[in-house]
């Protein structure tokens, strides 16, 4: 069985950086990429970026470029998502999800809920 | 860029009945589309991938056709799980950054 499995709730202040894993397990890891999307409160989903795990090849959506790092460590099969600069705007919950070279998202993890709060 | 653009916004079908919701894109994907089904405080769930095809698990009353810019996901006989947010995305294009702005399926 794949599984994509997330941390739980963050609460961050306004300037933090949050750092998100995604501990993937019943799949090759390197052999799909990850991606990243968030989605605010009552929002629909935004794609934030992937990363190729087996070379750690990144592409970021233009809106997250400068705050937004996604890694991928083969030793641990996880993925690890770092949003930085946290505003109140960045409270949303972030799911990870793989592809395979085409690009649809298989499998998602269950989301983590960040909330940017003073 | 390109912008998928999903209509309704919302759509109220009674159990039973047949849904059919739209997802446009600006320009052609091909048949380079996938569609997801997002309940409440779930994640979404992959169910066609390649415009048309079914992915694993996903019942036979969800079906997706179209190419090009216009597709549309009908499901037949409307269960109450089926009762949810829907949303398309493109992925002709790499990296695959477009996602509608989803339906919401309610219960009429």
């Known amino acids: 069985e794949v599984l994509l499995v997330q941390s739980g709730a963050e609460v961050k202040k306004p300037g933090a950086t949050v750092k998100i894993p995604c501990k993937v397990s019943g799949y090759t890891f390197i052999d799909y990429y990850m991606h990243w999307v968030q989605q605010a409160p009552g929002k629909g989903l935004e794609w934030m970026g992937l990363v190729d795990p087996e070379d750690g090849e990144t592409i970021y959506a233009e809106k997250f470029q400068g705050r937004v790092t996604i890694t991928a460590d083969t030793s641990t099969d996880t993925a690890y998502m770092e949003l930085s600069s946290l505003r109140s705007e960045d409270t949303a919950v972030y799911y990870c999800?793989?592809?395979?070279?085409?690009?649809?998202?298989?499998?998602w993890g269950q989301g983590t809920l960040v909330t940017v709060s003073s | 860029e390109i912008v998928m653009t999903q209509s309704p916004a919302t759509l109220s079908v009674s159990p039973g009945e047949r849904a059919t919701l739209s997802c446009r894109a600006s320009?052609?994907?091909?048949?380079?589309l996938a569609w997801y089904q997002q309940k409440a405080g779930q994640a979404p769930r992959l169910l066609i991938y390649?415009?048309?095809t079914r992915a694993t698990g996903i019942p036979a009353r969800f079906s997706g056709s179209g190419s090009g810019t216009e597709f549309t996901l009908t499901i037949s006989s409307l269960q109450s799980e089926d009762f949810a947010v829907y949303y398309c995305?493109?992925?002709?294009?790499?990296?695959?950054?477009?996602f509608g702005q989803g339906t919401k399926l309610e219960i009429k």
């Open positions: 999800a793989n592809s395979y070279n085409s690009g649809f998202l298989n499998n």
């Open positions: 390649g415009a048309s």
């Open positions: 995305q493109q992925y002709n294009n790499w990296p695959p950054d477009s």
């Open positions: 320009q052609s994907v091909s048949s380079n």
